[in-house]
């Protein structure tokens, strides 16, 4: 597809020399879709920011950039494809493309297919994307099915754009969880015994340790291993629940073997080399000031056991050093307080703060029947991810755990999700999928690249069409937010617009040259929609 995008912005750069003094830093120019077709294909409102800085009238300053803009363009390419550009409103500046660059994409889609949306923005970037890492103590909640969804998500898509993407699980394997884990199991094993016992308040009480209990005392495991094989109990059901939800790590990376390695003392060593280790009363200190976290932190306690941060340091520098040169972390919203003094780890280690992306994913919340679903993990008096999958299945779970911004609360409603009705946001967009591969399988006609696009002129067929131009724009979203939401939105968006075009207009009529056009256009629908869902770990089926 053709970026005129990247055209126009490169242009408009160019035209806003005049406004500032040589090697002096303009503003980052944003082109946006109107969201009123009356006002263009793209817009910017790059007069209205400089308007200040610039102490001229926005509209004034439009007039200059749009003459400058004229001569920049030229004749190239992109000239060609603007049919207008407008000053309208407080000073924004209104592109209107011409039909036929509208026509030639979606000729594109239709000859090239999948591969006419792929757009290389990574450049075979090495990526880490490390998500859920929830604790081998209890299956997963749905806090960690939205990381799980939203994680590799997120990884299809930047793979998709050109990025070199793998995906680690972080398993802390060792400490005080996994020792309470062991003795939970014991007590148990002691009950099944027929001893009669108080069960500790802050132990962990579900009913899957009396399971893993009737294994360990079957296979009689001794009781100082029974935190690790409890663990490693958990983390098989974890392991087969992620590949239910049909996501796949590369790497499993545990904290233990991290700490049996030795690489937590030489990380410490290569920062104290650095100057940014210390010693004070009895504890060894990592100097986080100096990188902007509000006070240094503790990295070995006086008692000469690590911190948390200390084996988060060693497992971030084995990322760089295993040749990966930008991180995602996904967290919960419990460890948002954690991030600076990672950064400032990352930085006090000689690797750009920006080479470091967390990502925190808020919680959600299950209703049934309308009424919030009360959890407590240590309890084990929580839904699973396991259960939603049970009740609403893969395809429904996966979209809407990316409905909303990970960084906004979800509400995740299990009545919803299992109605088979355009209320069901992921069956609405399926069914526009499954609706075109029906009209396809019924058209005697075969599509083919040499169709004459012009003869579709209707508001909803342009409208269509346009909005399959913006598919890679809303990768590019996803791309700078870190976040697949948009695409969600996008599909939703998408199959809105196909089913308006569909419920006015036939496919298979008695023009031949229409109907072969048609054809085209929900053939590119169709291809845009399932990459779409492919992307998000959703199925595109071709009947419902």
Not at 475 to 491: A, G, Q, S
Not at 524 to 539: D, E, F, N, P, Q
């Given at each position: 597809?053709?970026?005129?995008?990247?055209?126009?912005?490169?242009?408009?750069?160019?035209?806003?020399?005049?406004?500032?003094?040589?090697?002096?830093?303009?503003?980052?120019?944003?082109?946006?879709?109107?969201?009123?077709?009356?006002?263009?294909?793209?817009?910017?409102?790059?007069?209205?920011?400089?308007?200040?800085?610039?102490?001229?009238?926005?509209?004034?300053?439009?007039?200059?950039?749009v003459e400058a803009l004229n001569k920049a363009l030229?004749?190239?390419?992109?000239?060609?494809?603007?049919?207008?550009?407008?000053?309208?409103?407080?000073?924004?500046?209104?592109?209107?493309?011409?039909?036929?660059?509208?026509?030639?994409?979606?000729?594109?889609?239709?000859?090239?297919?999948?591969?006419?949306?792929?757009?290389?923005?990574?450049?075979?970037?090495?990526?880490?994307?490390?998500?859920?890492?929830?604790?081998?103590?209890?299956?997963?909640?749905?806090?960690?099915?939205?990381?799980?969804?939203?994680?590799?998500?997120?990884?299809?898509?930047?793979?998709?754009?050109?990025?070199?993407?793998?995906?680690?699980?972080?398993?802390?394997?060792?400490?005080?969880?996994?020792?309470?884990?062991?003795?939970?199991?014991?007590?148990?094993?002691?009950?099944?015994?027929?001893?009669?016992?108080?069960?500790?308040?802050?132990?962990?009480?579900?009913?899957?340790?009396?399971?893993?209990?009737?294994?360990?005392?079957?296979?009689?495991?001794?009781?100082?291993?029974?935190?690790?094989?409890?663990?490693?109990?958990?983390?098989?059901?974890?392991?087969?629940?992620?590949?239910?939800?049909?996501?796949?790590?590369?790497?499993?990376?545990?904290?233990?073997?991290?700490?049996?390695?030795?690489?937590?003392?030489?990380?410490?060593?290569?920062?104290?080399?650095?100057?940014?280790?210390?010693?004070?009363?009895?504890?060894?200190?990592?100097?986080?000031?100096?990188?902007?976290?509000?006070?240094?932190?503790?990295?070995?306690?006086?008692?000469?056991?690590?911190?948390?941060?200390?084996?988060?340091?060693?497992?971030?520098?084995?990322?760089?050093?295993?040749?990966?040169?930008?991180?995602?972390?996904?967290?919960?919203?419990?460890?948002?307080?954690?991030?600076?003094?990672?950064?400032?780890?990352?930085?006090?280690?000689?690797?750009?703060?920006?080479?470091?992306?967390?990502?925190?994913?808020?919680?959600?919340?299950?209703?049934?029947?309308?009424?919030?679903?009360?959890?407590?993990?240590?309890?084990?008096?929580?839904?699973?991810?396991?259960?939603?999958?049970?009740?609403?299945?893969?395809?429904?779970?996966?979209?809407?755990?990316?409905?909303?911004?990970?960084?906004?609360?979800?509400?995740?409603?299990?009545?919803?999700a299992k109605k088979q009705t355009s209320e069901n946001?992921?069956?609405?967009?399926?069914?526009?999928?499954?609706?075109?591969?029906?009209?396809?399988?019924?058209?005697?006609?075969?599509?083919?690249?040499?169709?004459?696009?012009?003869?579709?002129?209707?508001?909803?067929?342009?409208?269509?069409?346009?909005?399959?131009?913006?598919?890679?724009?809303?990768?590019?979203?996803?791309?700078?937010?870190?976040?697949?939401?948009?695409?969600?939105?996008?599909?939703?968006?998408?199959?809105?617009?196909?089913?308006?075009?569909?419920?006015l207009h036939r496919v298979l009529g008695d023009n031949?040259?229409?109907?072969?056009?048609?054809?085209?256009?929900?053939?590119?629908?169709?291809?845009?929609?399932?990459?779409?869902?492919?992307?998000?770990?959703?199925?595109?089926?071709?009947?419902?």
């Open positions: 597809m053709k970026n005129i995008q990247e055209s126009l912005i490169s242009a408009l750069q160019h035209s806003l020399k005049e406004f500032y003094p040589e090697g002096a830093q303009g503003p980052g120019i944003i082109l946006d879709f109107p969201t009123d077709p009356r006002f263009g294909e793209l817009s910017t409102n790059v007069a209205l920011q400089i308007s200040k800085s610039t102490k001229l009238p926005p509209r004034d300053i439009a007039a200059k950039i030229g004749d190239s390419e992109a000239a060609g494809y603007i049919r207008e550009i407008k000053i309208e409103g407080a000073g924004f500046i209104n592109f209107y493309l011409q039909e036929k660059f509208f026509y030639e994409e979606l000729r594109d889609i239709v000859a090239r297919k999948e591969k006419a949306l792929a757009v290389n923005l990574g450049h075979n970037r090495p990526t880490l994307i490390e998500f859920v890492s929830a604790n081998p103590t209890g299956s997963l909640s749905v806090a960690h099915a939205r990381q799980a969804a939203v994680g590799d998500s997120l990884a299809n898509i930047l793979a998709f754009i050109g990025f070199k993407v793998k995906r680690e699980y972080y398993l802390n394997d060792e400490g005080n969880q996994i020792n309470i884990l062991g003795d939970s199991v014991r007590l148990r094993m002691q009950e099944l015994s027929g001893e009669s016992l108080e069960f500790p308040e802050n132990y962990y009480q579900g009913d899957y340790i009396y399971d893993i209990a009737k294994v360990a005392q079957k296979r009689k495991i001794r009781k100082e291993d029974l935190g690790d094989f409890a663990a490693n109990y958990i983390l098989d059901i974890i392991k087969k629940e992620l590949v239910a939800f049909g996501v796949k790590f590369d790497y499993w990376s545990s904290q233990k073997k991290l700490r049996q390695s030795g690489k937590i003392e030489k990380a410490l060593e290569d920062l104290k080399k650095r100057g940014f280790i210390y010693e004070q009363e009895g504890a060894v200190w990592f100097k986080s000031t100096g990188f902007g976290d509000d006070k240094d932190r503790v990295v070995i306690k006086s008692d000469k056991s690590y911190t948390y941060l200390a084996p988060d340091i060693a497992y971030h520098r084995e990322k760089y050093r295993r040749g990966f040169d930008w991180l995602i972390n996904l967290w919960g919203p419990d460890h948002h307080g954690y991030i600076k003094r990672l950064e400032a780890s990352v930085e006090a280690l000689g690797h750009p703060k920006e080479s470091l992306a967390v990502i925190i994913v808020q919680l959600a919340t299950i209703f049934r029947e309308g009424k919030p679903v009360q959890m407590s993990t240590r309890r084990g008096e929580y839904i699973t991810l396991q259960e939603v999958l049970d009740e609403v299945g893969r395809d429904a779970s996966r979209f809407f755990f990316m409905m909303r911004r990970t960084s906004s609360h979800l509400d995740f409603d299990l009545d919803v946001p992921v069956y609405y967009v399926q069914y526009a999928h499954a609706r075109i591969s029906s009209i396809l399988r019924s058209g005697k006609i075969r599509v083919n690249k040499g169709e004459d696009l012009s003869v579709l002129k209707e508001k909803e067929e342009l409208s269509l069409i346009k909005k399959l131009w913006h598919f890679e724009a809303t990768l590019n979203i996803c791309l700078t937010t870190t976040d697949p939401y948009m695409l969600t939105v996008y599909l939703q968006e998408l199959a809105e617009s196909f089913h308006k075009f569909y419920d031949d040259a229409l109907t072969r056009a048609r054809l085209s256009l929900i053939e590119a629908t169709r291809i845009v929609l399932a990459t779409g869902l492919k992307l998000l770990g959703v199925s595109a089926p071709e009947k419902m």
